[in-house]
């Protein structure tokens, strides 16, 4: 007999009214109901708490943080305080399809399985379109090779057993933007992942989006993460695409900001064929249509 288990959604949240109705929303209309919603408030200067508070449902436990702190900081905050034996995470500009958690309920019994992933409807705000992240079928199991050669997993679309914090720990709270990837990396290694192919997330993306807003952050932060790799548990070719990807990150960000004879360089010794194509073309792009075609 299979067993409803609890799940805790964590609602990370720094002035997201915006957004806030629909995210909470598709958590209260979910199938499976069996759930606590943590919502941490980092200090919000908007309206996103008294938000939350309209929702009058006991499932939904408010907490507001008295200064602002980093996301993973707060993150591990919130993780504290939930309950339930499966911990999952919705930001708050995303939301989720009513059957998130049921279409996993016979997951969530698989003790071959300790954490839950789905594909993701990438919902483009200025077109109101929505296109899929991943075609291709996404894999189960030990995934970490996959995860090395194209990162598909998206935080809002993750369900994790709250064991595996005991085993590897929190996120990383020196991180500002790649605390997400850090985490899944670690227990991708460790633990067996099982997906859902089916489009049960949109992730919104906006001008706002941090990633988008600090390409440079997320460069630094990923050279800091491949400085403390341990080499004894990468295999060669991961170590190449871990280089190709760092290569990618400092270029992305270095086109909006130096045109120079170096850049010229670094994009030919890029070893992905198609992607160092892709920034030769906006190399001689100016600067403005650089960052229309990045919208």
Request: hydrophobic residues 40%; contains cysteine; proline residues 1%.
């Amino acid at each position: 007999m299979s067993k409803n288990i609890k799940v805790s959604v964590i609602v990370n949240c720094f002035n997201g009214q915006k957004y806030l109705h629909k995210c909470i929303g598709s958590i209260l209309n979910q199938e499976y109901q069996n759930f606590e919603i943590i919502f941490w408030d980092n200090n919000s200067s908007d309206d996103s708490i008294e938000i939350a508070k309209k929702f009058k449902d006991d499932r939904i436990k408010i907490f507001k943080n008295t200064i602002t702190e980093k996301l993973y900081k707060a993150r591990n905050k919130a993780i504290n305080k939930s309950s339930g034996e499966l911990i999952a995470f919705l930001d708050c500009d995303d939301w989720w399809e009513t059957d998130f958690l049921s279409s996993r309920e016979k997951a969530f019994n698989d003790i071959n399985y300790d954490f839950f992933y789905t594909n993701t409807n990438l919902y483009l705000e200025k077109k109101k379109k929505f296109i899929p992240y991943r075609k291709k079928k996404l894999p189960s199991g030990n995934i970490s090779k996959e995860l090395y050669e194209d990162y598909f997993i998206c935080i809002s679309g993750l369900v994790v057993r709250k064991k595996i914090f005991s085993k590897i720990g929190k996120f990383d709270e020196n991180f500002n933007i790649i605390g997400d990837f850090d985490f899944v990396m670690k227990m991708a290694r460790k633990f067996y992942g099982k997906a859902d192919n089916n489009l049960l997330l949109n992730y919104r993306s906006h001008d706002n989006n941090f990633l988008k807003t600090n390409r440079e952050m997320y460069y630094k932060e990923f050279k800091e993460w491949v400085k403390k790799i341990d080499p004894k548990i990468i295999y060669n070719n991961e170590l190449k695409l871990i280089k190709e990807k760092l290569s990618y990150l400092e270029i992305s960000y270095l086109i909006e900001e130096l045109k120079n004879f170096d850049l010229f360089i670094k994009i030919l010794r890029h070893s992905n064929f198609n992607q160092k194509i892709k920034f030769l073309i906006l190399f001689f792009l100016p600067l403005k249509l650089i960052k229309l075609f990045r919208k």
